[in-house]
């Protein structure tokens, strides 16, 4: 298993450009996340999933958009970036609690920079 | 809201000693997990330890254990002699489990190892 695997590693954009960040597992996972790292601030959540066709937003979910439509993908669209969104991005999966184990599982984060 | 505080920025300890990191937790839900994850200067997210709110015993794993005080809302990771590799941030997570099952995180407590 590749566990969950995100693309880019790295990205730079320019100020109001778009993008997608790409998440995907192959654990048959219902719980899908994203969360973005800043230095001091551990992470916070942006946008969650529970299932195919379910998403919902967490604690920064302002200017990123998700969708669900099968239950291995779970991409981060950012509409229009802004210098204040550079950071780390996790995306993460998990069972549903309830299902076993349900720690998640992390991707190995894709660092972006907003000039 | 649920909410995690460590209160330990960073902290010191000679390497094969025992270290307690510090998390107290926040919920109003009976029925959460309570994680802690290591992240080492590569940047990956590795699971370590889980307490559930209904468990008796506390946690191990290893050289990891989950001090869980319930009524005092407390959930310090215990790392035994600890070694130069554990040299990294580590993060204290709760994740309730009918309240949107979605994981949030403390901002983190950096352990410098010395040898």
């Known amino acids: 298993n590749a566990g969950v695997t995100q693309t880019p590693k790295f990205q730079v954009l320019k100020t109001g450009q778009s993008m997608t960040l790409q998440c995907a597992q192959d654990?048959?996972?219902?719980?899908m996340s994203w969360y973005r790292q800043d230095p001091g601030m551990g992470l916070r959540l942006i946008h969650y999933?529970?299932?195919?066709?379910?998403?919902d937003q967490g604690e920064v979910p302002n200017g990123y958009n998700v969708s669900r439509s099968t239950t291995e993908d779970f991409p981060l669209r950012l509409l229009s970036a802004a210098p204040s969104q550079t950071s780390v991005y996790f995306c993460?999966?998990?069972?549903?609690?309830?299902?076993?184990?349900?720690?998640?599982?992390f991707g190995p984060g894709t660092r972006l920079t907003v000039t | 809201a649920q909410k995690i505080t460590q209160t330990q920025p960073g902290m010191f300890v000679q390497e094969k000693e025992a270290v307690t990191l510090d998390c107290t937790y926040d919920?109003?839900?009976?029925?959460?997990?309570l994680f802690w994850y290591k992240q080492p200067s590569s940047g990956e997210m590795i699971f370590l330890i889980y307490?559930?709110?209904?468990?008796?015993q506390n946690a191990t794993e290893g050289r990891y254990s989950l001090n869980f005080q319930k009524a005092r809302k407390s959930a310090n990771l215990v790392i035994s002699a600890s070694q130069l590799g554990d040299s990294a941030m580590y993060f204290c997570?709760?994740?309730?489990?009918?309240?949107?099952?979605?994981?949030?995180f403390g901002a983190g407590t950096r352990l410098t190892v010395k040898p």
């Open positions: 993460a999966s998990s069972p549903l609690p309830g299902q076993g184990s349900y720690e998640q599982y």
């Open positions: 654990m048959n996972h219902e719980y």
């Open positions: 999933s529970v299932g195919a066709g379910i998403t």
């Open positions: 919920t109003s839900d009976q029925s959460y997990g």
């Open positions: 307490q559930g709110s209904y468990d008796e």
């Open positions: 997570a709760m994740r309730e489990i009918y309240n949107n099952n979605d994981m949030r």
